[in-house]
């Protein structure tokens, strides 16, 4: 029978066989961990609004030669600034946390004031940022349908649909099989065994009976033509 932990443990044991990660004492504050989360949303928010806009301008220099394919990747890259506002909303929730842990705890929050102040900029730059991204994205989609519309851009010719190779299977040759193949299972092995056999001895090659010392050389006999 087993003792449980407690009672195998030494008595004069302090539990300090491990070190803390952090200190007791220096303990993180609660509004720091929203602040990570908002810039960490903001951030990712940068990134999709700055990769919208260069794919928007590699779409508008491609408009001139294929503008139905640059209205589809236009439309298609729009869908991330859907995203970075999505990334806006948790920033904002993520604020809201943050002010609520200062409020819960004046005392620990001698830095939080500025740093929330900071943040909300940040929080309502990006906010614009986002407006005036979509409206420019917007703007030039509704250009390259009016030129499709009107004839400015011209159309690209669609691509010929590449024929579709199928390859049938083969009918297996049933008939033929059933007339070739043996019923007995020893007609259908032989012929497997008669190739795997070794070359015959020739007929010329006579081995003499083993006497008492020892087997003679093999006699051959020769036939002159």
Sequence with gaps: MTRPNHARAHKSAAGTCRDRRRP???RREAWVRPLLRLHRALDS??????????????CTRRAQRRPIQASKELHE??????????RLKWAAIELEQMKACIVR??????????LFVMATQ?????????????GQVFTLHREMLDGIETGT??????????PRIVLAPRPVPIRAF?????????????????????TPRPAALRVPRRSILGRAPPLFSLCLL
């Design 77 to 86: 890259v729009s869908e991330r600034l859907v995203r970075a506002s999505s």
């Design 122 to 134: 940040r929080l309502i730059f990006m906010g614009e940022w986002l407006t005036e991204s979509a």
């Design 153 to 162: 851009l011209v159309p690209e010719p669609e691509r010929p649909a590449s």
């Design 45 to 58: 928010s940068v990134r999709l609004i700055t990769s919208t806009l260069l794919a928007s301008g590699a």
């Design 178 to 198: 059933l007339r070739l193949r043996q019923p007995r299972v020893v007609d259908r092995i032989t012929p497997l065994l008669r190739r795997r056999r070794r």
């Design 105 to 114: 705890e004046p005392e620990n929050a001698s830095d939080a004031p500025e």
């Design 24 to 26: 007791q004492g220096l």
